[in-house]
Structure formats: C-alpha cells, structure tokens
C-alpha cells in the first residue's frame, strides 16, 4: 500500500502498520513527526527501511537535519586534464562547475563528464547506518548530456531568485533576509 504522509496528520497514521516508510517532500513534514511515522514499522517483520526525498530550502527545516545527521555523500569528478577533483557541492565547486557548454572543472575551466565519477561522504563514519546522498540537476545526466536542459539550467541561474535556483536547481539550502 502507498501512503502520502505529507497529507495525514500524526493522529489518523497510527493506525498504519508497513514495513518502509518513503517521505516525499520530508522539508514540510514537522521533525517531531517523524518518529511517530517511523513507528508505523515497529511490529515489521521483514525490514524497516526509510527513504527521505525532497528539496531543501532553509537551514532550519527536517530535510537539512537529516542532511547534518547523513554521511553526506557528494559526487565528485577528477578533471582528466588537470587531475582536479571537483566535488559537485555549492560549499565546494559546484557553482564554479556550471560551464557555458555542460560540467566544468573549477580549477581549470574544461568539460569534465559526471559519469566519471563517484559518490566521496564527508561523514564515512556514517555510511553503514544514515546514509545521504545529495543529487544536484548539474550532474544528473537528463541536464548535462542535453544542450537544451543545460542551456534552461543556466538560463535559470538568471531568470529565479538566488534561494530558487539553489533549492531547485542545485539541491541546496539557502538563507535570505527573509524566510520563504
């Protein structure tokens, strides 16, 4: 059975029983719901497993304190040119990675290919039990091995707010002055 979580408050869910919960759009859902929901799975027994999908706004909502708690895996490409590893996060080179034609190296300026890469965790430690992925549009390749979703990329870059385009665009928090 599939449930939407983000539609059910905490009072009408406990009265689900599944062995995986899939949080879509966890940023919405109140941190202190998810324990509740997670007890949805206590008399599983084949598995527990949970999947939190979703888009980061602020710095201060549920998916960027699972994101902290996570081994927070990044993709990172060597440069084939330079030998530069380019660590497709905005606190790293991400942005520097936006090159006019596709992904580019933020060291030396030459396309590099994505699928030459691989996932590097910051918090290794964490891998074997909370592990996070992060997953920008830049490196997936429905954008860079398509000139048009690359040119709409980059165009966006110009056309939203700065806090859009680093939610959508690039998987990333973003504080203004003012909140979302």
């Known amino acids: 059975h599939y449930y939407s979580f983000a539609f059910l408050d905490a009072e009408r869910i406990r009265s689900i029983a599944c062995n995986n ?9 109140l941190w202190e719901f998810l324990p509740v929901i997670a007890e949805t799975m206590s008399g599983s027994k084949l598995y527990r497993d949970e999947l939190f999908t979703g888009t980061p706004k602020t710095f201060d909502n549920t998916i960027d304190k699972l994101w902290n708690d996570s081994s927070m895996a990044a993709w990172t490409t060597q440069c084939q040119a330079c030998n530069y ?24 300026g030459r396309l590099i290919n994505p699928r030459e890469g691989g996932w590097v965790h910051a918090n290794p430690g964490k891998q074997s039990e909370f592990v996070g992925y992060h997953i920008p549009q ?28 680093w939610n959508e665009c690039l998987g990333e928090s973003y504080d203004s002055a003012t909140k979302l």
């Open 138 to 165: 830049p490196i997936h390749p429905v954008h860079f091995e398509s000139e048009d979703n690359w040119r709409d990329l980059l165009n966006k870059m110009h056309l939203y707010p700065t806090s859009k385009f």
């Open 21 to 29: 919960v899939n949080y879509d759009e966890v940023q919405d859902i």
């Open 85 to 108: 590893w380019n660590i497709a996060s905005a606190e790293h080179d991400l942005l520097k990675m936006l090159g006019k034609k596709g992904v580019s190296c933020a060291k030396c």
